[in-house]
């Protein structure tokens, strides 16, 4: 039976039987919030550039830059200098005054917003008894290193392609180039510039990026990335994105090709976004057969070994190598150095036209030990099988992961992951199941973001959630596929005591403005988009519509518009409301069964529905003060006096009269054929008609999963989809109809935890018996201080340092 025709069925059967009180379930006048209002001015309107049906318009444009540069990695100072030359293709209807350029290394400068905004959560008491303020040992060393390291860029010979100096104001961590004469639609531009800056121990002032120091051999690994002075992106929908980098927001940015040549130490092992130019140069014979070797191995094939790489590591070198890179359709550049690298590769085959052989690699020191050998390069594998069936093929030539000090980052072709192997004391290497876990999900997690936002190039600097969200659902995915038995973090009870707590912000929050950054931008729409696969949509209509928007916007710019309407467009489902409660509000589910009223179909028989309430009447509980007056022997008036007697005491008031028999058999002349038959079926088939009240506590709509429990011990699974709550979103009846033999015994919503619904206790009727757990514990003093036995303490002997087994090196490895 339809809604429609149930809930007909239900207007004109309840009030047969009795009437259910409307006033505690209907809306307060003037309370009402339509759930399901369309989103309307809250998304832009569509455009040329972007449709209404969330694709690239008919006249959608984007910018083109591409760079060539020359750097140089000095290891002993721990700088970089470098020159580039950037080719700025203008493809936007408007003329352009001047470029801006982000500058992100000036972020660690003293005057820069983040360092002048950041604050400490310290917990201060008055008085000499009100315990001490802390500070960490990190916090101190970060301060240490930025007062002894001048940070930032140092920029120079800002020229145009003539050689004319061009007028650059830094702007904190961005740059505004004036040009010499406006840019117009359609043309191009080209200048250069030297720049140079100090790379940060990244340990040290927590980054994106840096170098490690290992002191037990004197060597560093560098990880560089937003090294370079990138052209901010000029869009349809904000014009530049001059937002400065604050830390959280990361980057959108335009694609290009680059040509890039890394001068480092020449035992160094590179790894980088792109194709190696000139592997000839700065391989070895035995290196480049290794790597053709892998390219058809079924596990990974060291091109460096352990043993290399540990020979490697003892002596440095004056001697520089120059490794040539170019990428293409890229936008973004990273690379990685050192002479610690272990490397590992295998060919990932995945056929079509674009780029059917990807190699997949790995760099890490040897610290990495077997959790790297086993696990990084499959992991990336891994990750592009998967991705690939959501998306699009992986589009470029290599997929790199390298161990250093970030414990997790992206960009296009490398990503920086960090888990590691412990030494003990008998040589061996372990790791912990954590580590283990850790390093598969990051690795799975910072590849994956190769497809979103470094191919599919959402604005990271406004929507995290577009990269970091989407990402997540997919990882979740990959992960799964991989071990399910490993926590991943995107089932919906992983975020259930966020949902319901106090200190967040809508997902749709700017990046730097978001509260509880992982739960908000990560877990929460990675939570959303399952909900939205396997509870609303489907796997085959969701599947279908994730991958148009993939294909749609691969190389493009997509908004959060452009993704709601691609979903909505391909899937065929209003989702308004979906996105306006997850992504728009802090509402959470909580979705509470309050009463179950069963119901019984009135024959209109008076010999038959008097018989049903005398029985009704019949199995009320006999009051307690009759019983007791019953035990103790009291006598009834009644019984005493039977020789007073009238009508009333053979006759109750379920007798039926002639009077009840002729309005039975009026009503029964008065229905119409149709009418008749079907009033007549209903009373044979005698079914249950049960009334189900459910409130929504937590104020966002979501679709009522329904278990229903029956006497016979059978199960049955009912979906009631969120349009339910649209005329009354704060509470609904339903009317559930069974076979007169099949009679409920309980219900559960949601018992599956699919919806991320913050009380589950709520969704049992009857109500459960709460499971949960007590620990004995042992008082503690009152005032609970510990307090020095200074008269016990004075006896104590001072203890000599002991010789150290290993003693440090003192000077770095050149």
Known sequence: ??????????????????????SAINQTKGDFEDKFRQLGQALPTPNVYRNAAGEPGAQYWQQKVDYKIKASLDEEKRRLTAHQSITYKNNSPDTLKYLWLQLDQNIFKSDSIAELTSTVKTKLKSGPDKGKAKISLNTLRRHQFLDDTEMGYQIAKVKDNSGNTLKATVVGTLMR?????????????????????????????????GYEHFEKDGNDIFLLAQWFPRLA??????????KAFLGSGEFTLEFGNYDVEL????DHIVSATGELENASSVLTKTQRARLERAETAKRPIFIVTEEEALENEKEGTSKTKTWKFNAEKVRDFAWASSRKFIWDAKGYKQGGDDQPLVMAMSFFPVDGGDLWKKYSTESIVHTMEVYSRFSFDYPYPVA?????????????????????TELQDDGTRTYTQAEKRFLIGVVIHEV??????????????????????????????????WDPTIPWGVEAQDIVPYMKSERQVPIMTQSDSILNFGRNAYAKPAVALNVLREVILGRELFDFAFKEYAQRWKYKRPTPSDFFRTMEEASGVDLDWFWRGWFYSTDHVDISIDRVYKLRLDTKNPDIDYGRLRETELNKPVSQFVERNKAEGRELWIDNNQDVSDFYDDNDRFTVTNKERNSYNKFLKGLKPWERKTFERAVKEDKNYYVLEFSNLGGLVMPILLQLTYT?????????????????????????????????KSISIDPSWLTADVDVENNHYPRRIIPSRIEAYKSKKRDGKVYRDIMQDIKTELKKDEDKKDKPVTEDKK
Do not use: C
């Not at 069925?9 to 409307?22: E, K």
């Not at 043309?187 to 994106?208: L, P, Q, Y």
């Open 712 to 744: 016979d011990g059978t199960v049955e699974d009912k979906y009631i989809p969120a349009e339910v709550w649209r005329r009354s979103p704060k509470n609904v009846q339903k009317l559930i109809v069974t076979d007169k033999n099949k009679e409920l």
């Open 263 to 266: 001068t480092v130490p020449a």
């Open 448 to 481: 994956g973001h190769i497809y979103f936002p470094m191919i599919v190039n959402s604005d990271e600097r406004q929507w995290t959630w577009m990269d970091e969200g989407l990402n997540s659902f997919l990882d979740g995915i990959a992960g799964r596929e």
């Open 233 to 242: 992106a000029y869009t349809d929908y904000e014009a530049w994105t001059n």
């Open 1 to 22: 039976m339809s809604n429609k025709l149930t809930l007909i069925a239900a207007a004109i059967m309840l009030p047969l039987t009795m009437s259910v009180n409307a």
């Open 177 to 209: 180039i004036d040009l010499k004469k406006p840019l117009k639609p359609g043309k191009t531009t080209k200048f250069s510039m030297d720049f140079a800056f100090n790379i940060a121990e990244e340990d040290a002032v927590g980054a994106r990026a």
């Open 400 to 420: 790199q992961s390298v161990n250093g000090p970030v414990g997790g980052m992206e960009y296009p072709m490398i990503t920086f992951n960090g888990p590691r």
